[in-house]
């Protein structure tokens, strides 16, 4: 039964920096492909970042700098390390997990909601 849960979202001023978790379980998660999204109010969901199960890396360019994909196998967890946030990052984050043994289209989380205001 695959499971895929975010955490860590919360309430943070400009400037500063939060680290979310999508945690996955019911699936080999050292083969998985493990992307980040956002959604903020009255837009489309957007693509962030992606990390493969080699470690390798990629972001949209509004992030590139201040955003860190890493994975930890052991924990069956993803990060995604959020430093000098912007009001502009606020959304509610989801990750999205893929694998050969998994459904073409993936799996979502539940996501978790990020604010970043004074």
């Known amino acids: 039964q695959v499971q895929v849960v975010e955490s860590g979202g919360g309430l943070v001023q400009p400037g500063g920096s939060l680290r979310l978790s999508c945690a996955g379980s019911?699936?080999?998660?050292?083969?998985?492909?493990i992307a980040w999204y956002r959604q903020a109010p009255g837009k489309q969901r957007a693509w962030v970042g992606r990390i493969k199960d080699d470690g390798w890396t990629v972001y949209t360019d509004s992030v590139k700098g201040r955003f860190t994909i890493s994975r930890d196998n052991a924990m069956n967890t993803v990060y995604l390390q959020m430093d000098n946030l912007k009001p502009e990052d606020t959304a509610v984050y989801y990750c999205?997990?893929?694998?050969?043994?998994?459904?073409?289209?993936?799996?979502w989380g539940q996501g978790t909601q990020v604010t970043v205001s004074s």
């Open positions: 999205n997990v893929q694998s050969r043994t998994l459904r073409p289209d993936g799996y």
């Open positions: 019911g699936f080999t998660f050292s083969l998985a492909t």
